[in-house]
Nanobody, 121 residues
Framework: QVQLVESGGGLVQPGGSLRLSCTAS????????MAWFRQAPGEERNLVAI???????NYAESTMGRFSISRDNAKNTTYLQMSSLKPEDTAVYYC???????????????WGKGTLVTVSS
């Protein structure tokens, strides 16, 4: 089995910063893309940022210039550094990764359970 566990969410004031972490554990042979999604109450889950195994990144337009995604392949971990946070960034943030459990298996999507980020004064 593969588990993705997010951490780092919480309450922050507008203009503040937070860093989220997500670590893949269990039977992990290799990981290709790692990504962060978010879902606000009553809305769909949307992509925030994605990073390839080579470090190529893409961002949602609403987060470009404020959020930065990175990863540590040795630790099977991805990070989302969020700055200049706005109330509209309030959401549950989910980690997603494409994981291969052994050299014969295909890549499969895995999701974390999410971590809540609340931006409010």
């Amino acid at each position: 089995q593969v588990q993705l566990v997010e951490s780092g969410g919480g309450l922050v004031q507008p203009g503040g910063s937070l860093r989220l972490s997500c670590t893949a554990s269990g039977t992990v042979f290799s990981i290709s893309n790692m990504a962060w999604f978010r879902q606000a109450p009553g809305e769909e889950r949307n992509l925030v940022a994605i990073i390839s195994s080579e470090g190529d990144t893409n961002y949602a337009e609403s987060t470009m210039g404020r959020f930065s995604i990175s990863r540590d392949n040795a630790k099977n971990t991805t990070y989302l550094q969020m700055s200049s946070l706005k109330p509209e960034d309030t959401a549950v943030y989910y980690c997603n990764a494409d994981v291969r459990r052994d050299y014969t298996s295909p890549f499969r999507h895995y999701w974390g359970k999410g971590t809540l980020v609340t931006v409010s004064s």
